[in-house]
């Protein structure tokens, strides 16, 4: 009896499912259908970048699974992002394109931030910004010609902007407060797409927007010279396609005006961020780290990516990673300036 009881019992254990630790990364993946969540509306370079990814990373994660895209905008990003970090299971199913100013808002202790991005497990990024360029971009038959027209005049601009937090929001209150530029800052368009829109019916003038992300989503009007370029942030040096734009840094000779634009810019470093929830299990979030880098350097990938004119010059995560600490660095008054500064009373 004693055998038969110890035979049961082996024989029992031997057909009981595997936990789901116990899983390898191609079982847990094959068949299996991954959400990438987009924290935009359509159109603009986050959901380029996003589809763009959605199309190629199956092809590199163990197991192939079907990669499905989930729109989840709001906040300029922080709805998708505090999801992704507390609600989100925890289990390599989903992951997430983040705005890059994300990050930055929890340095800046942000309230509405409910997550340390360090804890989160960090892709990587499409884009190091090495051929891109932040740019206050405007109607092409608006008076000014340069961005010092809207310094010290009675020439002004409407500009568009997310939600506290988002890039363009951000580095348009900047250019207001600290550059000194007559700039009117219209918050609460969910994208680059409609704002564009409204810039074709002249309800706003222009608005901050990525050299390659215009020409990626707004292709026509680029190439058509329907909008112009002011000023770029991103960069120390001019955009070689457009030497007579000048940088953020060549408007200001103050060392602290200095340190805050170089604070502010330190996202586009990791301009378009991929990330998944904190903790997963690590042989799943190597998986998907080691996917992300294996597709950035495939030749289908990056034919596609020329198509759309997104520039590839991907970092890891934890290039990523150090880049966020590296800005949790900065002294806390130059933190603390740039929130004053580019906060969303600040109008």
Known sequence: MRSYSRLLAVLTAFFLPLPVQAQSVETFYRGRTVTLIIPTSPAGINDISGRLVSRHIGRFIPGNPNIVVQYNPG???????????NTIERDGATFSIMQRAVPQLAIQHDPTVKFDPLTLTWLGSLSSYADDGYLLLVNADHPAKTALDLRGSTMRAKLGADQPGSTN?????IAKNVLGLNIDVIRGYPGAAPMFLAMQGHELDGQFIGYNSVRAGQANLWNNKLVK??????RSTRLKELPDVPTGHELTDDPKKLALIEFAEMPFFMALPFVAP???????????????????????FLEDAGKVNIDIS???GNAVKQLIERASATPRDVVDLYSQMAGPDKN
């Open 169 to 173: 929001s951000s580095f348009a209150y």
């Open 229 to 234: 370029p002011l000023l770029a942030f991103g």
């Open 75 to 85: 906040a300029g990003g922080l709805v998708a992002a505090n999801r992704i970090a």
């Open 278 to 300: 904190p903790q997963l299990p690590p042989e799943r979030a190597k998986a998907l780290q080691d996917a992300f880098m294996k597709m950035v350097t495939d030749k289908a």
């Open 314 to 316: 991907a970092i890891d």
